[in-house]
C-alpha cells in the first residue's frame, strides 16, 4: 500500500473527487477522506491516488531541458 499520512491531499479515482486524508485503517487497507465539498467515506486504498499539483518555477528561474 502507498504510504498516506493525515492529511495528505489525494483524489478518489472512482469519481475523480479531490479530498483530504482523515484516517487510516491498514489493517482493512481502506482509506477515510473528507471532500472538499462535504462529506467523507471510506474508501479501498487502491482507489485513491496522491494529488500531484504543478506549478510554476518562481520568476527569474530557468528551466533545465
Known amino acids: ?3 498516506y499520512s493525515i492529511g495528505d491531499s489525494v483524489v478518489n479515482t472512482e ?7 482523515i484516517q487510516i485503517n491498514e ?3 481502506k482509506i477515510q477522506v473528507s471532500y472538499s ?3 467523507s467515506e471510506w474508501i479501498p486504498a487502491g482507489n485513491v491516488k496522491k494529488l500531484l499539483l504543478e506549478t510554476d518555477p518562481p ?3 530557468t528551466l533545465l531541458g
Open 59 to 61: 520568476s527569474g528561474e
Open 15 to 21: 469519481n475523480l473527487k479531490m479530498a483530504n486524508v
Open 37 to 39: 465539498t462535504g462529506g
Open 27 to 29: 489493517s482493512e487497507n
Open 1 to 3: 500500500m502507498e504510504q
